[in-house]
């Protein structure tokens, strides 16, 4: 079956870029998700790439896909502490169904 | 906008109990889902539905069943609750010609 990997954590300083990165199987993708959830709240869509792009940039967000190894990352530039959330990787292949990563925590430290 | 609302941000159950968690969105669309959160091991999909009274299988569906009445309205079910289904639940919905999944709130559940 699909699987999709994250690692657990992230911290990093008010000011600098974050970098998430994600790895997945399906090489059927469509469409790679990120998700932001802040604490006590559901997921938030920040934004989502189509398999035959290699880059998308949205303000901060920068999404790197590279298919061949089948690794996205997601950028956020001069990181802020409302970035403080899980971040979630997420790809759509099969019918409707997404799979989601385990998530990443990210903590700003000011 | 649309809106996925979930019922109950946080409930709790004795262990045996039937329990019933409700979403409701308001957008018409044909896709809902319901999927479960627990630390480490990100979304897990329990079932999901693409039309009234349709209903699909997802990862995770043992000890839940579901049910789609109406389009705005998909209810997910616990049989008999137990401990291990302490978690928090997540409702989304996605319009039948594609684009973005929306997701509600989350139920927080403690089946005790």
């Known amino acids: 079956g699909e699987d999709v990997e994250q690692s657990l954590f992230l911290s990093v300083r008010e000011g600098d870029s974050s970098v998430i990165n994600c790895t997945y199987t399906d090489s059927s993708s469509t469409y790679l998700y990120w998700y932001k959830q802040e604490p006590g709240a559901g997921l938030q869509l920040l934004t989502y790439i189509f398999s035959n792009m290699d880059m998308k940039q949205d303000q901060r967000l920068t999404v790197l896909l590279n298919k061949k190894d089948k690794h996205l990352s997601l950028r956020i530039a001069d990181t802020q502490t409302g970035d403080s959330a899980i971040y979630f990787c997420?790809?759509?292949?099969?019918?409707?169904?997404?799979?989601f990563g385990g998530g990443t925590r990210v903590l700003v430290k000011p | 906008d649309v809106k996925v609302t979930q019922s109950s941000r946080y409930l709790v159950k004795r262990t045996g109990e039937k329990v019933f968690l409700e979403c409701v969105q308001d957008m018409d669309h044909e896709n809902m889902f319901w999927y479960r959160q627990d630390p480490g091991l990100g979304l897990r999909l329990i079932y999901f539905s693409y039309d009234v009274k349709m209903k699909e299988k997802g990862d995770i569906p043992e000890g839940y069943s579901v049910s789609r009445e109406k389009k705005e309205r998909f209810s997910l079910i616990l049989e008999s609750a137990s401990t291990n289904q302490t978690s928090m639940y997540l409702c989304a919905s996605r319009a039948g010609t594609g684009g973005n999944y929306t997701f509600g709130s989350g139920t927080r559940l403690t089946v005790v």
């Open positions: 997420a790809e759509g292949a099969a019918g409707n169904k997404l799979t």
